[in-house]
């Protein structure tokens, strides 16, 4: 049967009835290790005792009031992060494209509020993703996302990525802030250089610019610090959270600076689900797990595994993999063979990952994976690579050395 839905995905003919960890179960009971994790939204991985119960608990309370109301938990979770991170105020919303949306106009209004609202102009960087908003499809500025959707929204000056020059080059009397992924990861996973990341902080303080990071896929503990800003030793101004931070549920937050938000007064922006209970009573849940004591710790402990179990992936299967690239629990491989295809293979060893820009593919699994379900979805890459090794070998090498 032809399906219902707008066709705007390429869908594979998989589907999950249920999951367990790192794990995702079909319905006839086929098991498969999930190293995508939902794209980086599964942090706890799949039915979670703590976080199933704290919706449960909410559910059977109250949903939704409006943000006409106080929301308690809304209080806390913000709370909770102002108090472990840069930031002096968080603004929820539903997904990362909305917390985008946000920081681009908390930017914008900061510099009309400083008298200078001709500096709407917002620096981008080639490879970007910040979401399928009007808005955000022009700050990522991907041309096929952009295509027939009308005149692209004006104000953002893209430049590519790592290149501190350009940036220098780009910045004019209308620029008023800096938007990168310090890690992108639609892009490929592109790990910002330590020198470029710092780098815009310093170009954003002597031009009086906002720095805003987009840590949407790179946050919520996926390198194995609480954000990836802590990586580099240096803060923005203005950064956006998804993906990660609701465990599942849809949530996004911005977390900003008093100062940064000083434009963001009585009515300047609203929303009527973003920051409702029930995604409030995950959002704490999540922190409850990714804060306690060591939990961090062991992501980046994984991370290392991760990564040098990968690096020895790449050295035995060099006509398959080109680099090993990423931070903590977010690696990519690019690949020597289309990545698709290289899905498509590790599909069928029965582990999931997902295929990114680059010819990458992203593995991004649940925070919780274990040391050995590491080793496993490593050795299944490895039967992954061994599919295109078969395929290249010609048939009469294969007789000869039997
Ligand atoms: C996924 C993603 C977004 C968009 O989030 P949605 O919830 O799909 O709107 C924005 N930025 C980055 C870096 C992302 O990975």
């Known amino acids: 049967m032809t399906s219902a839905i707008l066709p705007t995905y390429a869908r594979y003919q998989l589907a999950f009835d249920r999951g367990e960890g790192a794990w995702l179960i079909t319905a006839s009971g086929d098991k498969y290790l999930d190293f995508g994790g939902g794209i980086a939204v599964a942090s706890l991985g799949y039915n979670h005792p703590h976080l199933v119960d704290a919706l449960i608990q909410q559910a059977q309370k109250l949903w939704h009031t409006s943000n006409l109301f106080q929301i308690p938990l809304g209080e806390t979770f913000a709370r909770r992060l102002v108090d472990a991170t840069f930031a002096d105020n968080v603004f929820f919303t539903n997904s990362g494209a909305e917390a985008l949306e946000l920081t681009i ?5 900061w510099n009309s509020a400083n ?3 001709e500096r709407f102009h917002i620096i981008t960087f080639e490879g970007a993703f910040h979401g399928r908003t009007l808005a955000t499809i022009a700050a990522g500025g991907n041309a096929k996302y952009l295509d027939g959707f009308g005149p ?3 104000g953002f000056d893209q430049v ?7 940036v220098k080059a780009a910045i004019g009397p209308q620029t008023g802030a800096i938007l990168v992924e310090p890690i992108q990861g639609e892009g490929g996973i592109r790990v910002g250089a330590p020198e470029f990341i710092r780098g ?7 031009h ?3 720095l805003c990071f987009d840590e949407v896929q790179c946050g919520m503990g996926r390198t194995g610090k609480f954000f990836a800003y802590e990586r580099y030793g240096v803060a923005p101004d203005i950064l956006a959270s998804a993906k990660g931070i609701g465990g599942g549920f849809p949530l ?3 977390l900003s600076t008093a100062e940064a938000g000083k434009g963001m007064g009585l009515g300047t922006h609203g929303t009527t689900y973003g920051g409702n209970p029930l995604a409030m009573a995950c959002g704490n849940a999540v922190l409850d797990i990714l804060l306690a004591p060591g939990f961090l710790d062991d992501v980046a402990r994984k991370g290392l595994l991760l990564r040098q179990s990968l690096a020895g992936l790449a050295a035995e299967h060099p006509d398959v993999i080109a680099e090993i690239r990423g931070e903590g629990l977010m690696q990519g491989i690019k690949l020597r063979v289309p990545n698709a295809d290289f899905a498509s293979a590790a599909r069928a060893e029965k582990l999931i990952v997902i295929p990114a820009a680059d010819n990458v593919v992203r593995i991004i699994p649940p925070l919780i994976v274990s040391e050995d379900e590491i080793r496993e979805g490593v050795r299944r890459l490895g039967a992954a690579c061994a599919h295109f090794e078969v395929a290249a070998t010609p048939k009469g090498k294969l007789g000869a050395d039997s």
């Open 252 to 254: 996004g937050a911005v």
């Open 208 to 210: 009086k610019l906002l």
């Open 105 to 109: 106009k908390m930017a914008r209004k």
């Open 200 to 206: 815009l902080r310093a170009l954003c303080d002597e």
């Open 160 to 166: 590519p990525f790592g290149d501190l020059e350009a």
């Open 152 to 154: 692209k929204m004006p």
């Open 115 to 117: 008298g200078a609202p």
